[in-house]
């Protein structure tokens, strides 16, 4: 089963990093996007480390630790709604992956869209494709341990010569609520990946207070059901299954 992970504004447990959210959106996304703003750079084979703020900190988020071990060796995608601030900035999306142990280890893979951003806010999607004419992408298979997290770590790329004068920047937004709509920004892994502990409520985050045990026992059980009928599949959204359950109230 594919995995999707969202690019949150949520702080993750480790420092510097924000939450890279398996499967499930933040449930703080909303309709008013996040930013990561980056100035460009006079460069001609070089990426340029994306930024939260211009001149600011490092734009780079993590999962939460893995349920399971898994290998990653197949071609990712990549959903990112971003935007040059000039069209002479010469300057395109580039994600970099990389497995984190006990520290961030060296990217797997890095993917670029090929393509000069606009000066509107657009969607770019694009599959990496190995050993492309303009970037030479690869995909090193890596082995992922239980415990291990994924961390995502965007830059920029650029097109011909990327400019850096007059102040040229690039903003990627993220954390958008809807999907399908401007900062609904995500990657998708062929590979299935499971988060080892509750995504809501660990580092940071408050989590959902005043119920029992027993409440989320129940949850899971009743989810777990559904699947195992069939009436909905493991990449089924919460509407969907709360649709579905409605749905199959009535006919009973």
Known sequence: ????????????????????????????????VSTAVTNTADVTTTTVTMTLTAGGSQAKWITAPLEEAVTISGLPSYNIWAKESNATANAMVAVSLCQYTTTLQS????SSTGAELTTGVLRV???????????????????FSAGDRLAITPVLGPVGVMAAGGGFTVTMDYNGLTGGA?????????ESLRAGQAQVGSGDNVGITGKGVSYFYDLATAVQNGLNEGLYGTNASAQEIIDEANNQADLS
């Open 1 to 32: 089963m594919a995995t999707y992970l969202y690019l949150s504004n949520d702080p993750s447990d480790l420092s510097g990093y924000l939450k890279a959210y398996i499967n499930t959106k933040s449930p703080n996304a909303s309709t008013t």
């Open 125 to 143: 999607v694009w599959t990496t494709t190995l050993g492309a004419t303009t970037n030479k992408e690869i995909v090193t298979s890596t082995a």
């Open 182 to 190: 401007d900062g609904d920004t995500y990657i998708v892994l062929n």
């Open 107 to 110: 990217a797997f893979t890095t």
